[in-house]
C-alpha cells in the first residue's frame, strides 16, 4: 500500500503593504497559503499613516469611514481594534456658514431613529443654510438618486454636476449639501465627478439603511491600528512581513518569481499586486489586461491636510464642516495626537480636491488659513498659533472624473496567479479605505477560488457587491 503524497504548501506574495495588502495577506494566510507580504517603505498602512514630529504624533491626514464600511469594521475588528476607533450612535455633522458680510449661522445634518428617507427629513427641514424651495429641491434629488441603477454604465459617462443641473438642484444646494458631503468622500467637485461613483456613495451612504452614513473616527493614531495592530496580526497568521522591500520585477512562471531591490528572489503560486495603479502598471507582464495601456490614462487627485496648534480651546465638538468659506472640515485632533501643552488644542483642516493649492508654499497656506480659521471662530483671533504645518498627498485617491469606471481593471488578470488589488480597481466604490479593504478581499477571494480554496468558511466570501452589514471578518 502506497503512502499518499503530502499536498505541497500553496505560497504567494502581497506587493503593497495598505489596507487591501493586509487584508489580502489576511485572508490567503487564514486559508493556509503560505504568504509573504511586500511594503516599500518602513510601516504598513498606505495613505493612512502616522509619523512623529517631536513629541506629537500626526496623522498624515484626517481618515473617517462609515457605519455602511462594512469591509473596512470588518478589518478594524480582526486587528483587535474595535475599542480604538469611535462610531457615532447617529449622523451628526455640524455645518457652519459664513456669509459674504462675515455673519456665521450653524446648521446640521443629522439623522433622526426613522426609515429612509424619512431619518433625515426632520433634519432638512430645519437645515439654516437653505431656503424652503432648496430644502424641497434636495428632497427631491435625493428621491430621483434613490431610483437610479448603479449598474447602468451610462451613469459613468455624465459628471455629477451635470446630473443634478438637470434634476434642478442650484447652486446653493450643490455647496450646502451635494458638494460638502460629495467632496469629502470622493475627492473631487460635482462637476468633476463620475456620477456613477456619486450615486453609489450617496444611495449607500444616505440611501439604504438609516444608520449608513454614522461617521466613524480612530480614537489613536492610524499607525495604531494600521501598523502595529496590523503587523502584530500579521505575524501571528504566520504572514512574513518585510519592510523597506521594494519590488523591481514580476517575472510569470510556474512559480512566479518576485525579484526585490535588495536582490532577494521570491517565488510564489500567486502574486497579488496591492499597490497604486502607477506601481502595478510598472511590474505587470505586457498583456495581463485587457487595454493594459490605459493605466496611464489614470489621473490622481490630491488632499491637503493644514495642521494648527492654538494655545487655547476653540471648539467643543470632535469636528465640524464649513460653507462659504475655503474651510472644508475641522477636526479636534488633540486628544490622540500627545499634545503636551496644557490647554492648548490642536485643529487639523482637511481640504479634498485640493488642485489649486497642494504645491503652495507653507507661508502662502498659512496666510490663507489662518484668517479663515479666525473667521469662523473668533476665539482664534486672540489665540497665539504654537504651530502651524502642513502635509500632502498629491496622489491620495485616483481621479473620480466620468469615464473612470472603464479604466478599473477586476481583481483577475490575464496571467493565471497574478492578481490586482487597490482603491483604484473595480470595486464600484471610490477611492477609500472600504474601497481598498474590498479589494483585498475580491483578490483573496480570486486567488482562493482558483485553488480551488475558499477561505475555510462555509459562507461565500466577501466579495465585490457584497454589502452585508455585519462588519464581520470572513472566515
Request: glycine content about 10%; overall charge neutral.
Amino acid at each position: 500500500m502506497s503512502t499518499p503524497t503530502p499536498q505541497r504548501q500553496r505560497t504567494a506574495v502581497v506587493i503593497g503593504g495598505g489596507l487591501a495588502g493586509i487584508t489580502a495577506a489576511l485572508r490567503l494566510a487564514d486559508a493556509g497559503v503560505r504568504t509573504t507580504l511586500v511594503e516599500a517603505r518602513p510601516r504598513l498602512g498606505g495613505l493612512a499613516f502616522s509619523f512623529k514630529r517631536g513629541d506629537l504624533t500626526v496623522d498624515n491626514g484626517q481618515h473617517v469611514y462609515l457605519r455602511c464600511c462594512t469591509a473596512y469594521r470588518g478589518l478594524i475588528d480582526r486587528l483587535g481594534a474595535h475599542a480604538l476607533t469611535d462610531l457615532q450612535d447617529r449622523l451628526d455633522v455640524p455645518v457652519l456658514g459664513l456669509a459674504a458680510d462675515g455673519t456665521r449661522s450653524l446648521g446640521r445634518l443629522r439623522r433622526a431613529a426613522l426609515p429612509v428617507p424619512l431619518h433625515l427629513a426632520g433634519s432638512l427641514a430645519t437645515y439654516r443654510h437653505l431656503g424652503p424651495a432648496d430644502r424641497l429641491r434636495v428632497v427631491r434629488g435625493a428621491l430621483a438618486l434613490k431610483g437610479l441603477d448603479l449598474d447602468d454604465p451610462a451613469l459613468d459617462e455624465i459628471s455629477f454636476g451635470e446630473w443634478l443641473r438637470r434634476h434642478g438642484q442650484t447652486p446653493a444646494t450643490i455647496e450646502a449639501v451635494w458638494d460638502l458631503v460629495g467632496v469629502a468622500t470622493l475627492n473631487a467637485t460635482a462637476d468633476r465627478t463620475s456620477m456613477a461613483l456619486a450615486a453609489k456613495v450617496f444611495q449607500t451612504g444616505l440611501l439604504s439603511d438609516p444608520g449608513a452614513a454614522d461617521i466613524g473616527v480612530a480614537r489613536v493614531p492610524l499607525g495604531e491600528i494600521h501598523h502595529d495592530r496590523a503587523r502584530a496580526e500579521l505575524e501571528r497568521a504566520g504572514v512574513r512581513v518585510l519592510l523597506r522591500a521594494k519590488a523591481a520585477e514580476l517575472k510569470a512562471a510556474e512559480p512566479h518569481a518576485v525579484r526585490l531591490e535588495s536582490g532577494e528572489l521570491l517565488t510564489a503560486d500567486t502574486v497579488v499586486l496591492a499597490g497604486a495603479q502607477d506601481t502595478a502598471a510598472a511590474l505587470l507582464p505586457a498583456g495581463a489586461i485587457p487595454g493594459q495601456q490605459r493605466l496611464a490614462e489614470f489621473g490622481t487627485a490630491p488632499i491637503l491636510n493644514v495642521h494648527v496648534i492654538y494655545d487655547r480651546p476653540l471648539i467643543r465638538r470632535p469636528f465640524f464642516a464649513a460653507i462659504g468659506s475655503p474651510v472644508q472640515f475641522v477636526f479636534d485632533r488633540t486628544g490622540h495626537s500627545g499634545l503636551a501643552v496644557p490647554g492648548a488644542q490642536y485643529l487639523a483642516v482637511s481640504q479634498s480636491a485640493a488642485e489649486d493649492e497642494i504645491d503652495l508654499p507653507v507661508a502662502e497656506l498659512r496666510e490663507r488659513y489662518l484668517p479663515e480659521l479666525a473667521r469662523l471662530l473668533p476665539a482664534a483671533r486672540d489665540a497665539r498659533v504654537l504651530d502651524f504645518f502642513v502635509t500632502r498627498e498629491r496622489t491620495a485617491t485616483f481621479d473620480p472624473a466620468p469615464g473612470t469606471a472603464r479604466l478599473r481593471p477586476g481583481a483577475r488578470t490575464e496571467v493565471p496567479g497574478i492578481l490586482l488589488a487597490g482603491s483604484w480597481t473595480a470595486t464600484g466604490w471610490p477611492a477609500t479605505m472600504e474601497g481598498a479593504v474590498r479589494s483585498g478581499h475580491a483578490a483573496a477571494d480570486a486567488a482562493l477560488a482558483g485553488s480551488g480554496r475558499h477561505g475555510g468558511t462555509s459562507q461565500p466570501p466577501l466579495g465585490l457587491g457584497d454589502d452585508r452589514a455585519d462588519g464581520r471578518w470572513p472566515r
